[in-house]
């Protein structure tokens, strides 16, 4: 299949809307790569230049090491998935599928072949006369990826596929989709701003903000080690508790006027970066490394803001001051019926940052 470098890759619209600055990014051949980020952050740009709908401004597209830069969407053997699934409403399932193949001119009786053995692998083939209206959300968006498979592309590129079907099917069609590509082998990118997609879907996650790359890791290093505050906050379907403190000259942290005792291996890591001292930093703590106990049990005590329930589990929101609330992830059996509650923090989870964002261990 194909491995893509994105080389100094960039976008201006105008004269100055920047919405891609210097992308450095290589998708190795047969993995599926999510990027992932907030509305604006520059991710469908990025997915449109690879296609070749958008030109770069300047910077480098390559598949296997050819340039791609100035050749034609329709020459690189692409399969697109849109979010709107962009079906043509007077065609049949059938048609829909075959269209890509009739423009190749490829034989009737191959044509034939592609469709209904894509049509049987998304368990569509029933389908194949109806037009897209008589169709469910799901049956379209499984009719635009058969449209897609059926080109046998080097390469597939998704936007937001997903994002208009309601929570059970795309669940389903999520799981189905990753079990696909695993079987076909082929060079996937996918763009979502669900987390929860591109946690369950991804070989690795590239996080854009703003027009850059935040970092690109697995699910699993994203979620441990975050590179900056913003994947920080970003990651997790809980969010995580960002805690500013001050260092003093003494190595000292304090939340507020309070001392807190934050581990040694922290106060050692701020000390070897070589950060300016006194200063602001920030600890990273997950809501299922921090415990609940009754008000004289622990130093750090808070009101109880609010209880959101999740099935078997509950996340308490304790506010600590105007300025801080702290999530904590339990279980249900662990439900304190009390309005304070008091505080404990693994430290030894904890994650430091400085104050420009930066991870420093």
């Known amino acids: 299949m194909v491995e893509i470098v994105l080389e100094k890759l960039t976008k201006i619209f105008g004269k100055n809307v920047i919405a891609v600055r210097d992308l450095d990014l290589v998708i190795k051949d047969k993995e599926f790569m999510v990027l992932l980020g907030p509305s604006g952050c520059g991710k469908t740009t990025t997915l449109y230049m690879i296609a070749g709908i958008y030109k770069p401004t300047r910077g480098n597209i390559y598949f296997d090491s050819k340039l791609m830069n100035d050749v034609e969407p329709k020459d690189r053997n692409i399969g697109m998935v849109f979010q709107n699934y962009a079906l043509y409403p007077h065609m049949s399932v059938f048609d829909n599928i075959a269209y890509p193949l009739k423009i190749k001119k490829l034989p009737k009786q191959e044509i034939v072949k592609r469709v209904r053995y894509v049509a049987e692998m998304l368990k569509i083939d029933h389908l194949l006369d109806r037009k897209p209206s008589q169709l469910s959300g799901g049956q379209q968006q499984r009719v635009a990826l058969a449209r897609a498979i059926a080109k046998h592309p080097d390469v597939f590129l998704m936007d937001e596929p997903l994002s208009n079907l309601d929570a059970k099917i795309r669940v389903e069609i999520r799981a189905e989709l990753k079990n696909l590509q695993k079987k076909l082998g082929i060079t996937t990118i996918y763009v979502t701003h669900d987390q929860a997609e591109a946690m369950s879907l991804a070989d690795r996650v590239a996080i854009m903000n703003s027009g850059s790359l935040e970092q690109v890791a697995t699910p699993e290093e994203l979620y441990s080690k975050p590179a900056s505050l913003f994947v920080a906050s970003f990651i997790g379907s809980v969010p995580a508790n960002i805690i500013r403190v001050e260092i003093d000259e003494d190595y000292k942290a304090f939340l507020r006027d309070r001392e807190i005792a934050i581990p040694r291996e922290l106060i050692e890591a701020i000390k070897v970066s070589g950060s300016k001292i006194p200063g602001i930093f920030y600890i990273m703590v997950r809501p299922e490394d921090v415990s609940l106990y009754s008000p004289g049990e622990s130093d750090l005590v808070g009101e109880v803001f609010s209880i959101e329930y ?52």
């Not at 099935?311 to 609330?325: C, N, R």
Request: proline share 0%; no cysteine.
């Open 310 to 361: 999740l099935g078997k589990d509950l996340v308490y929101h304790i506010k600590i001051h105007e300025d801080l609330t702290i999530r904590a992830y339990t279980s249900r059996e662990n439900l304190l019926n009390s309005s304070k509650v008091g505080v404990k923090i693994n430290w030894k989870k904890a994650k430091i940052y400085r104050e420009d964002g930066k991870l420093i261990v």
